[in-house]
Nanobody
Framework: QVQLVESGGGLVQPGGSLRLCCAASVRTYRTYAVAWFRQAPGKEREFVASVSRTGEVTYYGDAVKGLFTISRDNAKNTVCLQMDSLKPEDTAVYYC??????????????????WGQGTQVTVSS
């Protein structure tokens, strides 16, 4: 098991940017595929983006493709999500998730067995 801690959420105006980061408690973070999910009130948890263990491969949900960028720094045990051109429909609690030797192409929340506590992102004027 690995402990994941998200940071960087908050309130932003439409068209603005936020950067979320997910810090891990283990030095072997490089052995985990990591993803971001989000969940808005009354909706199912939605896949946002994922990154491979080395950081060389990334994968995005259709709703954020071209707008969000996921990256990782294994030396710092962090995975970050840069969110640009934010819209009110991006408002949700954002969760970091990880799976030991997982696939970057896993988009189902059931594929991940380590989760952070979530961070709120609100896009509103």
């Amino acid at each position: 098991q690995v402990q994941l801690v998200e940071s960087g959420g908050g309130l932003v105006q439409p068209g603005g940017s936020l950067r979320l980061c997910c810090a891990a408690s283990v030095r072997t973070y490089r052995t985990y595929a990591v993803a971001w999910f989000r969940q808005a009130p009354g909706k199912e948890r939605e896949f946002v983006a994922s990154v491979s263990r080395t950081g060389e491969v990334t994968y995005y949900g259709d709703a954020v493709k071209g707008l969000f960028t996921i990256s990782r720094d294994n030396a710092k045990n962090t995975v970050c999500l840069q969110m640009d051109s934010l819209k009110p429909e991006d408002t949700a609690v954002y969760y970091c998730a990880a799976r030991y030797f997982g696939s970057v192409y896993s988009t189902s929340s059931s594929a991940y067995d380590n989760w952070g506590q979530g961070t709120q992102v609100t896009v509103s004027s």
